[in-house]
């Protein structure tokens, strides 16, 4: 099992910065890549960023230039650093972990999502 803890959301106004973090924790698990999906009120569920265990970064159109994803592989934590936020980011931002389990099982888990609110 793997426990996925958010934090650094808030409230920030348009052309701010926000960095959220997060870290993974359990046992017998070995990270392929973590990310981040957003979700806001009457859109579908978007992905952000993404890195592999690689260190190789994937964006969302959206958000390319302006967002950059990193890990700490020795703390099994990833950071999203958002800049020049916009009206349009606001949501709740949710990180997950591919995995590969002790047992050889792929397996996808997620956090429970920390707010991003940036006011019109």
């Known amino acids: 099992q793997v426990q996925l803890v958010e934090s650094g959301g808030g409230l920030v106004q348009a052309g701010g910065s926000l960095r959220l973090s997060c870290a993974a924790s359990?046992?017998?698990?070995?990270?392929?890549?973590m990310g981040w999906y957003r979700r806001s009120p009457g859109k579908q569920r978007e992905p952000v960023a993404s890195?592999?265990?690689?260190?190789?970064?994937d964006y969302a159109d959206s958000v390319k230039g302006r967002f950059t994803i990193s890990r700490d592989d020795a703390k099994n934590t990833v950071f999203l650093q958002m800049n020049s936020l916009r009206p349009e980011d606001t949501a709740a931002y949710l990180c997950?972990?591919?995995?590969?389990?002790?047992?050889?099982?792929?397996?996808?888990?997620w956090g429970q999502g920390t707010q991003v609110t940036v006011p019109s």
């Open positions: 890195i592999t265990k690689d260190g190789n970064a």
């Open positions: 359990g046992t017998s698990f070995s990270i392929n890549a």
């Open positions: 997950y972990a591919h995995v590969r389990s002790s047992s050889g099982l792929f397996l996808f888990y």
